[in-house]
């Protein structure tokens, strides 16, 4: 069984367009993040929820909205798309918020490629 | 500031050879993590190891072996007798425990290439 598990693997848009990724885990981890990756493999956070409440937002555009229906699951809805939001992005689960145990494990990611 | 500096963008050694990956860090905090990843060419993310800043201890797993020294703030990577597979983009990363949120802070990561 897949531990941490993303959906689309690639996705292909157009400007302007709405699109979601979605994120589930069966690790019962109680922390979720998302990252992105650029085009020069720079990854960077971008949110974290600890059981469904946001802990972390780091001024992502307000395009970006992470939402998170149970523990298990977070996913990324983003509005508006652009051309520099083409990037893969990467799912994570923690089974601690922070505290001894924060290794985290991560999805396969989400090519996102915005024309 | 906290931040992650892998300063050798990429490296290329013929197999068999032995190389290390740097990896150097700055945090205001006593107690934080240090972590790398592995990221093939398939283009997921594979954990390797945790290390905490009370546990200067170096470790070896099979080829790899990690060298934690708090008095340079680096916590470098070596591969032993390197192999064609382990070709790959190597991720330094550091977590403070004051952090609530737990985030990773990435270093640039080291494009290793194994040639045979």
């Known amino acids: 069984d897949t531990a941490v598990s993303q959906t689309p693997k690639y996705l292909v848009t157009q400007m302007g367009n709405d699109k979601s990724i979605k994120c589930e885990q069966n690790?019962?981890?109680?922390?979720m993040y998302w990252y992105k990756q650029d085009s020069k493999k720079f990854l960077k956070i971008m949110f974290s929820y600890n059981n469904k409440e946001l802990i972390i937002n780091e001024t992502v555009p307000n395009r970006f909205s992470p939402k998170s229906p149970d523990k298990a699951h977070l996913n990324l809805h983003i509005n508006s798309l652009e051309l520099g939001d083409s990037a893969v992005y990467f799912c994570a689960s923690s089974p601690n918020k922070g505290g001894l145990y924060n290794e985290q494990f991560f999805g396969p990611g989400t090519r996102l490629t915005v024309l | 500031a906290q931040k992650v500096t892998q300063a050798q963008t990429e490296i290329s050694v013929v197999e068999k050879e032995d190389v290390t990956l740097d990896c150097v860090y700055e945090t205001r905090d006593t107690t934080y993590y240090l972590f790398w990843y592995k990221q093939p060419p398939s283009g997921e993310l594979v954990f390797l190891i945790r290390?905490?800043?009370?546990?200067?201890q170096n470790e070896i797993s099979g080829r790899y072996s990690w060298n934690f020294q708090k008095s340079t703030s680096s916590f470098n990577f070596t591969i032993t007798a390197s192999q064609v597979v382990d070709s790959a983009v190597y991720f330094c990363a550091l977590s403070e425990a004051k952090d609530q949120g737990g985030k990773l802070i990435f270093g640039q990561g080291t494009e290793l290439s194994v040639k045979p």
């Open positions: 290390r905490n800043s009370f546990d200067e």
């Open positions: 690790l019962g981890h109680d922390t």
